[in-house]
């Protein structure tokens, strides 16, 4: 799903040769950032049961160790997955998507900034590989909690309302239970940012290169044309995709 999230953020961002958007001094719905991580949202949730589905498929259920990798207990895995309730959680989800978005692409864009502005003969997927995982960081102490609570309803240990869950795990670990597996959600997070950037650069460029530069007979560089809006979401919805069935294994670990 995250796979949306950077097509969307960059088809109102529509960076000129690859370069961060301008959004200092932009406020309300003319910031870039904010409009991609508002409308991002409808689409995350509309793929919420697809979410639940893959959720309960990685959880295994109370059986022996050896037991788990065995293919009977995948069958059973996928039926369980099957059964509604498909929104169990969804309002945690809701409450993590905007907060969560916009702190990771905001981050990202500042530290990108920064970056080029310091080292301005740096390679650029390196400076974006930085900015990703500084802005995974800063994203996930708001994005841990909210996908804990989510995980408890799609896996089936809470089935009542959003405020029942937040107090029973409240009861039963403290502020500390809604930061379980932060280490496993870094793992996951940081590689897969970092993989989803630089992926969409390198597509990105390549794109350019090929299909909107003009060059004169003695191959000189003539003109540029800026991507279209399509591209740019094609690209991230690509370079999400790449990203999200490299860091799977992770995933399943957190």
Sequence with gaps: ????????????????????????????????????????????????????????????????????ASE???????????????????????????????LVYSTFEAVR????????????????VGASMVGSLVGSVWSTPCEVVKCTFQSGMYTASL???VRAIQKEAGMRGFFQGYTSQ?????????????????????????????KDKKGRVVKVDDTQDLANVAIGFCAG???GLITNPLDVAR
């Excluded at 989803?196 to 794109?207: G, I, K, L, Q, V």
Aim: charged share 15%.
């Design 1 to 68: 799903m995250a796979a949306l999230g950077i097509g969307l953020v960059l088809l109102f961002t529509s960076a000129v040769q690859g370069a961060a958007p301008d959004v200092s001094g932009v406020s309300g719905w003319k910031n870039p950032l904010l409009n991609g991580a508002v409308l991002q949202v409808p689409f995350q949730l509309a793929a919420f049961p697809l979410d639940t589905f893959k959720t309960r498929l990685q959880i295994p259920f109370g059986a022996p160790g050896a037991y788990q």
């Design 72 to 102: 009977k207990a995948f069958a059973v895995r996928r039926v369980n997955a099957r059964q509604p309730p498909f929104w169990s959680g969804v309002g945690a989800s809701s409450l993590s998507q905007l907060p969560t978005f916009f």
């Design 113 to 128: 900034n920064k970056l080029e502005k310091k080292f301005p003969e740096a390679n650029k997927v390196a400076i974006d």
């Design 163 to 165: 405020k029942s869950a």
């Design 186 to 214: 870094l793992c996951r997070d940081l590689p897969f940012y970092s993989i989803m950037f630089a992926t969409y650069e390198a597509m990105h460029d390549t794109y350019r290169s090929k299909f909107l530069t003009s």
């Design 241 to 243: 995709a790449f990203s």
